[in-house]
C-alpha cells in the first residue's frame, strides 16, 4: 500500500475507534462500517497491524479492536434521585458507579464517556468512575412542577431521577403561576456550578387537580391523548351499521349462539365466543372484530394507529389506539346488533388435539354481553346467577370442560404461569383512590384466556406454514447467566432445575413454580424466575414462545387495541380473497420489521406508563393512612433493608435503619439477620407493618415494623 494512502486509512481506522464507537469492533465490523470491499481486506489487516505495533490500539481476547486507553468506556448514565449515578459498560460486570460530584451534570439516559477511577475490590459492587463527556442528550423536553422562591423561577421534574431544578428565566415562563404542572423543554444543559434551564412550552394544569395527575404521566412518556383532525373525520364518516352488501360477502353466523365475556368497565369489546359439542367433537369459535375493513392500509385512523401502536390502560382511563366512534363503536362486538368479524372456528378433540380449523370473513351477533363476575359466580354454582343467565348456562359449562382440557395440555408441554395478582384502584369522581384490593384471575377469566391463547397458537402455525410475511408474538429463551444465578439461588431452599445441554426447557421453570407454590419463599422464587425471563416482542420472524412453551405464536384477537393484531388481519382478510400477490408479499417483507420493532417500542412505553399511574394511586392512598397498622409479606430482602407486600398489593420499604439492632444481610439464605437478639427476615414471612412516610415525588412508601 502506498505511503500516503496508508497513512490516510491509518488516521480514518483510528478516527473510527476512538471517536466515532466506543464499543470494541472486529476487523470485518470496522471494515463494514468504512464501506471497504472484500479486495481491500488485507489493506485494512495492514493498517490495523500496524496500529497495534504502534500502540494506539490492541486485540482484546476476543479477537475486537480497541483503544489502548482500556478505562474510558462509553453507556448510557442512569441517574439516582440522590444525585449520584450508574454506566453500564459492555464486558464489565456490575455497573460503573459515579458518585454526584463526578456527573458533569449529565441526566437519566445521557449516553456518556466515562474513566476507571477506581477499579472494583473484592466485596464492592462495581468499580468507581466519572463522567469525561456527554455525547448525547437522551431527555431535551420534561414534565414537572413549576415553583418560585423569591423572584427565582424553576420546574421540579416529576421524574425523581431528573435530579436537578430547572431554572426557567422570566422570559421562559409563558404564563406558568406557582404549583401549575407544566412542559418544560430544555435549552441549556447542566454545567459545572451551573443547573439546567429551560422554558415553559405548556401549562398542563394546576397540581392537585382531578385527573391533571395522570395526564402528566402521559405527557412525559410522550402518549397522545388527543386525535388528529383528519383522524377524527375518517371516523365520523364511517357508518355505525354493517351495510347489507357487506353482509351477502361474509360467512353469516348471526344464528348461532355467541357471547362476549369481558370486565363490567370495558366498553372496546373486540372477541366473542361459540362453542357446541357433537358427537365428542368440540367446535369453538372465537370472533375477532374486523378493524381492518374500516382502518384501510396507509388512511389517516391507519397512520395514527400505527403511531400509537397500543391503547393504554391507566388507573382512571383509557387512552384508546383508535377513536371511541370505532372502538366503543361500530368495531366493538356489542350486544344485539351486527358485527363485521374474523373467525377461527377450530374442532377440537377429548383430548385437546385440534382436528382442523378455518379462518374466515364473517358477520356475528352477540347474544349475551357477559361479565367475568357473572360467569365465574355461574361456574361456582351460584344460584341467582344461574337462573339470571339459564339460558346460556350449559355453554358456560361446556366453556369451562374445554377450558380445562386446553389448559392441562399447555401445562404438559411445559407452559409456565406466573400468577401473580394485580391490582384493583377504585377511584371517586375527583380520581382520589378509595380502595386498592388485589384482584385475582378467576374460572372465567382463565377460559377465555385458554381460548384466546389457542386462537393465537393456531393462526400463528397456520401462516407459518404458508411461508407468508407475518407478525408473530416471541418470547426468547432466558439468559444463561441468570438462569444460572436462579438455579444457584434456589439451591439453598432445596430446589433444582435439570438444565439441559441446549438451555432449560420451560417444563422445568414451570415444575419449580408448582414445587415451591404455598410455601414461605413462593413469592420470592416466583420473582426471581420472571427476573430471569426475557420480555416479550414482535418480530415478523417466528423464534417461539417460551413461556407459553409454544412453537408459533401471535396475537390476533385484539385488533382494537393493538397494531400487531390489525396488522395480520390485513395480511389475512388479503390471502382469504386472493389479493396476496408477489407485489403485495414484497410490500409486507419491507414493512413488517418496522412494524414489529415499533409496536414493541410503543408497548413498553404503555406499560410505564400504567405502572407509574397504579404506584402513583397506590402512595396516594396509603398516604391517608400514616401511623397506622397494616398486616403484610416480606417479598424482597437486601442489604438496606426489606420489602412488605400488604394484602392490599401496596409494597414499601423497611429501611435497615430503622430496625433495632445491628443487621446484616444473608445473601446466600436471602435474609436479614440480627444475631444479637436472634431475628430475622426472610422472604414470605408474614409481618405487622406500621405506615411511616410517602413521598409522593418519588412514589414511595416506607414501612416501620410494629
Partial sequence: MEKNILEKRKKEVEALIYDKYYKPLRAKEIAHLMNISRGQREDLREVLGLLVKEGKVLISPRGKYEKIDRHIFAGNFMAHADGFGFVGVEGIEGDIFIPAKETMGAMNGDKVQISIKKMSKHGKKSAEGKVIKI????????????????????VIPDNPKLNLDIYIPVNGRNGAVKGDKVVVKLTKFAEKGKKPEGTVINIIGKAGEPGVDIVSILTAAGIPIEFPVEVLKQADSIPTRVGSNEMKKRWNLCEEVTVTIDGEDAKDLDDAITLKKENGIYTLGVHIADVTHYVTENSPLDREALNRATSVYLVDRVVPMLPPKLSNGVCS??????RLALSCIMEIDKNGTILSHKIAETVINVDKRMTYTAVNAILEGDDKYIKRYDKYVEMFNLMAELSDIIRSNRKKRGAIDFDFPESKI???DK????????????KATKLIEDFMLTANETIAEDYFWQELPFVYRIHEEPDTDRMQRLIMLISSFGYVIHKATNGVHPLEVQKLIT????????ALISRLALRTMQRAKYTDINMGHFGLAAKYYTHFTSPIRR?????IHRIIKETLVGKMSSSRIGHYEGILKKVSEHSSLMERRAEEAERESVKLK?????SKYIGKEFEGVVSGVNSWGFYVELDNTIEGLVSVNSLEGYYIYDEANWQLRCDEIESVYSPGQRVKVIVDNVDMITKNIDFRVV
Fill in 618 to 622: 397506590k402512595a396516594e392512598y396509603i
Fill in 426 to 428: 377504585k377511584l371517586d
Fill in 563 to 567: 397494531y400487531p393484531d390489525l396488522q
Fill in 135 to 154: 455525547v448525547e442528550h437522551a431527555v431535551t423536553e420534561l414534565v414537572g412542577t413549576f415553583s418560585k422562591v423569591n423572584k427565582i423561577s424553576f
Fill in 515 to 522: 414445587k415451591c407454590e404455598g410455601t414461605d419463599e413462593e
Fill in 333 to 338: 362486538l356489542n350486544e344485539k346488533v351486527n
Fill in 431 to 442: 380520581g382520589v383512590p378509595i380502595e386498592v384490593k388485589a384482584y385475582e384471575r378467576n
